[in-house]
């Protein structure tokens, strides 16, 4: 067993399953690409992809639980929040948004809650 080598894939809770369709689907463009009882597959190019399962837990919302790295997070951002997605905005020692993007040095980042309260980011690498 090597897991160096193996696909990683986040797995998100969400309460209403069909709240979270709809959330992903007209704030972020994303639709399944399977489904089966209970939990929505979505799989990108390549390796990436998530997978959203019916919890009767809440996620914290405390910390990242899933990031996506863009080539352009100014646009990105932009694009979103004309979707009606709400960025947050952060302003404590080490960590400060500027129309809800941060620059960590290494790396832009943004974070969004889903429908569900799961804290989800966006990244560009510097």
Do not use: C
């Not at 019916?54 to 990242?64: A, D, I, M």
């Not at 863009?70 to 947050?88: N, P, S």
């Amino acid at each position: 067993m090597d897991l160096i080598t193996a696909i990683a894939k986040t797995t998100l809770p969400v309460e209403d399953l069909k709240r979270a369709r709809t959330f992903y689907a007209e704030k972020l463009g994303l639709s399944p690409t399977r489904e089966v009882e209970g939990a929505l597959f979505y799989e990108g190019d390549g390796t990436s992809g998530f997978l959203l399962f019916l919890s009767g837990g809440r996620p914290s919302g405390q910390h990242t639980q899933m990031a996506w790295f863009v080539k352009d997070i100014v646009a990105t951002v932009a694009k979103l929040k004309g979707r009606g997605v709400h960025f947050e905005d952060y302003d404590f020692p080490g960590l400060k948004t500027n129309h809800g993007i941060a620059d960590l040095g290494y790396e832009k980042a943004a974070w969004f809650h889903d429908s569900e309260g799961n804290l989800l980011a966006l990244g560009q690498l510097a």
